[in-house]
Structures are given as C-alpha cells and as structure tokens.
C-alpha cells in the first residue's frame, strides 16, 4: 500500500470515528406553565401539558429532570411531576431527580398540586421543567 492511499484510509478511519453514533446525542429542553391556583382540599389541580419541541429525537430517553414552582405561602403543598408512565412526589419547589430516567423524553409532562384537607387556597407559579436526555 503506497503512502498516499495509506493516509487516505487513516484519513477516512478518523472523521467515521469523530462522528458520534445516533444514540450519543444528548440535550435537554425546557419548558414553562402558566400560573396556576390550587383552591380546593383533597382535589388535584393539574398544570398544562408540559412538551418537548419537536426537534427532539424520537428514541431520546430521559436522563435527568429538573423542576421548580414558587408556591403565594408556605402552607402544605403536596406536588408530583408526572410522565404519561408514571408520577413522582416532589418533596420541595425545586430539585432534581432520575426517578424517571429511562423513559421516553418526548412524551409530555405535567405538573399535579393539591392542597391537604383544611388547607387554604395558594398561588402556584413559576412552574418549570427541564429534561436532560440522551
């Protein structure tokens, strides 16, 4: 093999290895709710669907979610971030959280409030999400 085919096949070997593979893409996207209030005890007040932009592949898979809310007061506010799949509890207004890791990033999100029994009405806003997938 002469020198000059030699680099050109070293050449080719390089850039195939320098383009990432499909599933090496990874990203995240964000998205907002508006404001919501959460009035009545015991009785669930969703947000709207929170989606990703189309622009995200349709096998990415969830790696990390972040999410934050401002609640008017500090009383009692039970909170979930949900998954078409399944829910999660949110134990504060902000965090983050691989509970649903491994779930298509794509499917649309959403948020639920609901107020103990005896509680009194509470502003939510603020409402955010951020998905890191792969």
Request: aromatic share 8%; proline share 11%; hydrophobic share 45%.
């Amino acid at each position: 093999m002469t020198v000059l085919r030699w680099l050109a096949v070293a050449m080719i070997a390089v850039s195939a290895l320098s383009i990432p593979p499909a599933w090496a893409a990874s990203g995240s996207w964000v998205a907002e709710a508006p404001g919501l209030r959460v009035a009545v005890p015991e009785r669930e007040t969703r947000s709207p669907p929170l989606a990703a932009p189309d622009v995200i592949p349709g096998g990415a898979r969830i790696s990390t979610l972040r999410w934050r809310f401002e609640a008017s007061t500090r009383r009692p506010l039970q909170a979930w971030l949900c998954h078409p799949a399944r829910c999660i509890p949110l134990s504060s207004p902000s965090g983050r959280s691989t509970a649903l890791a491994e779930l298509p990033a794509t499917a649309p999100l959403h948020f639920r409030f609901r107020l103990p029994r005896g509680g009194q009405a509470v502003q939510v806003e603020g409402v955010q999400v951020i998905v890191d997938y792969y």
